[in-house]
């Protein structure tokens, strides 16, 4: 029998049910689910004196997400940040399917639970179309990261692509599978 991760399960069998009943969908296909997660760091300056400094981002980044990440290209020339078009300025990675459900378990019981002063993610983060993006200021909250080899605290953005129609069902969505909303009201 092949390996179906936890929240994939939970999804199935106790958030698609929930979405339809608050919602009164007809087909579990009206239902909102998570279409991917990107990861993206942008490194900025540091990428541009340094070189090493994206292979260290392409390191860590491909850690914490369990897949191969990779560097991000300037489009254009700004000469104020002696940066030309091409030059690789920050890292991501596109979790889908499986790798997806995994990352999302591993930051939800993991990666949050080790943020200092932590009161609940800002629920400001959606963007009028069901999706949500929140910023985390540092990389070492993931386990997967080893704080003596790291060189430089480096924040990242997480988003969270969802095939809901709106930000009420995209947050639904999200509370359901347990992400820690700092407004938690019913």
Do not use: C, H, W
């Amino acid at each position: 029998m092949a390996y179906i991760p936890t929240l994939k399960t939970k999804y199935n069998e106790e958030i698609l049910p929930a979405l339809m009943k608050e919602y009164g969908y007809k087909t579990v296909m009206q239902a909102p689910r998570l279409k991917k997660i990107t990861l993206n760091q942008g490194l900025g300056k540091a990428a541009i004196a340094d070189k090493k400094v994206i292979d260290k981002g392409i390191e860590e980044m491909t850690l914490i997400a369990g897949q191969k990440a990779v560097a991000t290209k300037s489009r254009k020339d700004i000469s104020n940040f002696k940066l030309r078009r091409g030059m690789p300025i920050g890292v991501r990675v596109t979790l889908r399917g499986e790798r997806m459900y995994e990352f999302l378990e591993r930051l939800i019981t993991a990666s949050i639970p080790r943020i200092r002063d932590f009161r609940g993610i800002n629920d400001k983060g959606f963007d009028g179309k069901g999706n949500y993006t929140f910023g985390i200021a540092e990389q070492i909250i993931f386990p997967e990261i080893d704080i003596d080899k790291i060189d430089r605290i480096q924040g990242m953005d997480i988003t969270f692509v969802t095939s809901a129609n709106t930000d009420k069902e995209a947050m639904s969505l999200l509370k359901l599978f347990g992400i820690p909303f700092k407004n938690q009201q019913k």
